[in-house]
Nanobody, 115 residues
């Protein structure tokens, strides 16, 4: 059993910053990529950023230059530093952890960008 818990969401003004965290625990024998997605009301869940075990990153075009993904393998944790936030970044942010047992999702954390 693998548990994935996101934290760090909240309400922020346009141009502000937030740092999301995602911690995995449980029967983790090997972790592969860790990925952030977001889903706005009425829209599909889209990839935001992903990072491999070796640290290779990939970002959606909409967040390049504003968001930074990083991971601490010792803590089984992935972070998403979000800067220069825009109203269109408002969504529930989900973390997906790939392990040898399959993919595991968290419950999501709400990010609202509004003045």
């Amino acid at each position: 059993q693998v548990q994935v818990v996101e934290s760090g969401g909240g309400l922020v003004q346009p141009g502000g910053s937030l740092r999301l965290s995602c911690a995995a625990s449980g029967s983790i024998f090997s972790m592969y990529a860790m990925t952030w997605y977001h889903q706005a009301p009425g829209k599909q869940r889209d990839l935001v950023a992903t990072i491999t075990t070796g640290g290779t990153t990939n970002y959606a075009d909409s967040v390049k230059g504003r968001f930074t993904i990083s991971r601490d393998n010792g803590k089984n944790t992935v972070y998403l530093q979000m800067s220069n936030l825009k109203p269109e970044d408002t969504a529930v942010y989900y973390c997906k952890v790939a392990t040898v047992l399959g993919d595991h999702w968290g419950q999501g954390t709400q990010v609202t960008v509004s003045s």
